[in-house]
């Protein structure tokens, strides 16, 4: 019992951290994740298990970000239906094919999202012209084919997200940074958002087909909200470029660690 509060005590600050690294970065996993393993759960079902919290920086940052994500309601549909049915998929072959080949390939797709990211940092959405289209994922000047391979791409990332999950949200980032009209702070909420429905998703299917270490789960989560509750609020508040650079280059030095982790 008392190892068990020595537990609960540590993880709801490392779930604090976690959630304000997730709101604010998509960056998460590079917290939670290493808390559980530290706890003594066996990798996959600490995998499982950080899925599972992760819904509750979801929860946190939708609380917080009522004003962001009030205007965009068709857009949140739009890309839910991407990341909620990648997620599925991801879900389904997490279960079936468990992958130690897969971890090879993450830390590039962490790299290249990182230098996406960081492509984009002299682009800002806050002072565009007044005859500007409204805040939207999608740019009516854009080709229907362009469209096409960004929804794919976001597809990918709700499979990527319900399958692995470690910097799943770096890599939406990316991709709304360099195709939106939204300033940071709105795609930010929208990424939180439908991230943690993918989450929620991939949690059902763990749910049933899996095990969740509940009583590890419960602090991290709570840890997890009040996180992302604080993470939106911090975001309104910091320069676009500067949070753009911060979260490339920790991006970036994630896909190092995880290349010596998988090749060394």
């Given at each position: 019992?008392?190892?068990?509060?020595?537990?609960?005590?540590?993880?709801?600050?490392?779930?604090?951290?976690?959630?304000?690294?997730?709101?604010?970065?998509?960056l998460a996993s590079l917290i939670s994740y290493p808390a559980l393993l530290a706890?003594?759960?066996?990798?996959?079902?600490?995998?499982?298990?950080?899925?599972?919290?992760?819904?509750?920086?979801?929860?946190?940052?939708?609380?917080?970000?009522?004003?962001?994500?009030?205007?965009?309601?068709?857009?949140?549909?739009?890309?839910?239906?991407?990341?909620?049915?990648?997620?599925?998929?991801?879900?389904?072959?997490?279960?079936?094919?468990?992958?130690?080949?897969?971890?090879?390939?993450?830390?590039?797709?962490?790299?290249?999202?990182?230098?996406?990211?960081?492509?984009?940092?002299?682009?800002?959405?806050?002072?565009?012209?007044?005859?500007?289209?409204?805040?939207?994922?999608?740019?009516?000047?854009?080709?229907?084919?362009?469209?096409?391979?960004?929804?794919?791409?976001?597809?990918?990332?709700?499979?990527?997200?319900?399958?692995?999950?470690?910097?799943?949200?770096?890599?939406?980032?990316?991709?709304?940074?360099?195709?939106?009209?939204?300033?940071?702070?709105?795609?930010?909420?929208?990424?939180?958002?439908?991230?943690?429905?993918?989450?929620?998703?991939?949690?059902?299917?763990?749910?049933?087909?899996?095990?969740?270490?509940?009583?590890?789960?419960?602090?991290?989560?709570?840890?997890?909200?009040?996180?992302?509750?604080?993470?939106?609020?911090?975001?309104?508040?910091?320069?676009?470029?500067?949070?753009?650079?911060?979260?490339?280059?920790?991006?970036?030095?994630?896909?190092?660690?995880?290349?010596?982790?998988?090749?060394?």
């Amino acid at each position: 019992m008392t190892e068990y509060w020595q537990h609960f005590l540590f993880l709801i600050p490392m779930g604090i951290l976690a959630g304000i690294v997730s709101s604010t970065a998509g960056l998460a996993s590079l917290i939670s994740y290493p808390a559980l393993l530290a706890v003594g759960v066996p990798s996959i079902y600490a995998n499982v298990t950080n899925t599972a919290a992760l819904v509750m920086t979801g929860l946190g940052t939708t609380v917080s970000s009522r004003k962001e994500l009030g205007n965009h309601r068709a857009d949140i549909i739009k890309i839910l239906l991407f990341t909620v049915g990648g997620s599925i998929l991801g879900a389904w072959l997490l279960l079936s094919a468990p992958a130690t080949t897969f971890e090879k390939i993450v830390p590039f797709f962490v790299l290249v999202a990182g230098l996406l990211l960081l492509s984009q940092i002299n682009k800002s959405n806050h002072n565009r012209p007044a005859s500007a289209n409204r805040e939207s994922i999608e740019n009516d000047d854009q080709h229907p084919l362009y469209r096409v391979v960004v929804s794919i791409g976001i597809l990918l990332v709700g499979v990527y997200c319900g399958y692995f999950g470690a910097a799943g949200g770096v890599l939406l980032l990316a991709i709304l940074s360099a195709t939106t009209t939204m300033s940071f702070a709105s795609y930010n909420a929208l990424k939180n958002l439908s991230l943690g429905c993918a989450n929620l998703v991939a949690t059902i299917i763990y749910i049933l087909s899996s095990h969740i270490y509940w009583s590890l789960m419960v602090p991290l989560g709570i840890g997890l909200f009040i996180g992302g509750w604080i993470g939106p609020r911090i975001v309104r508040r910091l320069p676009e470029r500067l949070l753009k650079i911060v979260i490339s280059l920790a991006a970036i030095a994630l896909a190092v660690d995880l290349f010596v982790t998988a090749y060394f």
